[in-house]
């Protein structure tokens, strides 16, 4: 990437450069018109694996989505309706899209479109896990994290429990 700095009207330090500070502005002015997809931004976490952050559009940050969730009582998909206790991994297996997509983990379903362009990582990994239990792949990148405090307003209802 190519940064420039704005000159600021501040006095130059005795090597002729101006300072950095608090108030200064970073400017991008590498060429962007290569791509238009997010490129992951490569970041080592302190857990010792490689985490691939992809830029989010404006407004779909963690805050975004935590201001989306306390603005709406439920974004389940349901209308409203009670939550379920018989959705099976074949009805799940069907909601594998972008517009239309499901996850389990623990034996709860999970309606994950509201989220999709919230998630760091990018749309695209989760879409790697619509309409398959995600409980690998999240215990991998986010062991410490409560995924039903998360998704709790995406909350479907449960996997019907196996007969005996």
């Given amino acids: 990437?190519?940064?420039?700095?704005?000159?600021?009207?501040?006095?130059?330090t005795k090597?002729?450069?101006?300072?950095?500070t608090f108030f200064a502005t970073v400017v991008d002015r590498s060429d962007t018109s290569t791509s238009t997809d997010p490129t992951p931004i490569n970041a080592n976490s302190s857990?010792?694996?490689?985490?691939?952050?992809?830029?989010?559009?404006?407004?779909?940050?963690?805050?975004?989505w935590m201001r989306l969730t306390t603005a709406n009582k439920n974004l389940n998909g349901l209308n409203g309706a009670s939550l379920r206790r018989d959705i099976?991994?074949?009805?799940?297996?069907?909601?594998?899209?972008?517009?239309?997509?499901?996850?389990t983990m623990n034996g709860k379903v999970y309606n994950l479109t509201p989220y999709l362009k919230y998630h760091p990582g990018g749309v695209q990994i989760l879409l790697g896990v619509a309409g398959k239990d995600c409980l690998a792949l999240f215990k991998k990148h986010h062991a410490w994290v409560n995924a039903h405090a998360l998704l709790e307003k995406c909350f479907i209802g449960y996997l019907e429990q196996p007969s005996v």
């Fill in 1 to 12: 990437m190519d940064f420039s700095f704005p000159k600021l009207s501040e006095t130059e």
């Fill in 15 to 20: 090597d002729g450069k101006l300072p950095l």
């Fill in 47 to 64: 857990f010792g694996f490689q985490r691939n952050k992809v830029p989010l559009e404006k407004g779909f940050s963690q805050i975004g």
């Fill in 88 to 103: 099976t991994m074949n009805e799940v297996s069907q909601h594998n899209t972008p517009e239309d997509a499901w996850t």
